[in-house]
């Protein structure tokens, strides 16, 4: 997407305030100590002064009309409240998430490259590994906000550093028996124990759907998740499970059943592979179809995060257990399947 696109993009959306006034934005370069990306720049005099980008957008300069963050008036104001992150010229405070954690933008490249502010991280200051222009392109369809509420900001930027041309051979030669796949799971080491029925149907009434035969039998006789891919499948809520800080019930209550719906109901968040990417199951067939969700890749469609894996549940676990999804393995390689 071009700049000029971009542009044309972003002033498709509705409810935008004005644009800002050149002395406005000069006053603001003044004050920062340093010109704006001409992009950010362009936005401000063109489309709006703030508003736009995820959820309900950027700050904008002085004059603006935008007031969704109530505590701070522009980026100036919060520039001169905060001063440059840990003395480092030229970062502007531009969108702030939630939770102290901020995203900024660097000034001193005409690209504009985009920085993480979490006062919880270790840095607390990180590259996001994308452009303004990328970051916005990105906002655009929801596409950065999703991946934000699915993953954080620390795994949108370790997703923006996987390769996505590196070929992976994902081709099952013969998905293994349901009973081999419950053996070889059970023979793996340092798992919870199953999860008691009462527990899964309790998870299955909670998701609307029963789950694919296949992973109930794995939670009740093999263990209550923990197994998989980097022992990140999530397990049922009311049993002792991984330690992974979260089951698939909650994140159905809060990627799913919740309005607006990320995924359509019935689709499972099974694995978190750690960098803004997911494995769901479709409880909806039997057999478990897998979907990938990976909405910040390079080139992704605004809007439309999730793809199919082309694997059945089935196949996706014998894949594991082969070791084709072991140490090594790049997750960006799903959205081929």
Known sequence: MTEDELIAAIRAQPGLSPPATPAAVEAAEEAIGHPLPPLLRRLYLEVANGGFGPR???????GSEYEHHGEWADIVDVHETFGPPEGRPGMVWLFDWGCNTW??????????PMWIWDPG????VLSQNMTLAEWLAASLGGNLENAYETAGLTAIAARRLLPDDVPQ???VRRALSDDEIVARVRETTALPPPASAAAVAKAEEAIGHPLPPLLRRLYLEAANGGFGPRGAVLGVPDAPGPRLGTDMVECHEVF????PRLVPAGLVWLCDWGSAIWSLTDCRDPAGPMWVWDPVAPGAVPGAPLLPQHQTLAEWLTAWLDGSYGEGFNPAALRRG
């Open 169 to 171: 051979d994902l081709g």
């Open 256 to 259: 799913t059943a919740e309005l």
């Open 56 to 62: 309900d957008g950027v700050l904008g300069v002085s």
């Open 103 to 112: 995203s900024l933008v660097d000034c001193t490249d005409p690209a504009g």
């Open 121 to 124: 991280g270790e840095p607390a």
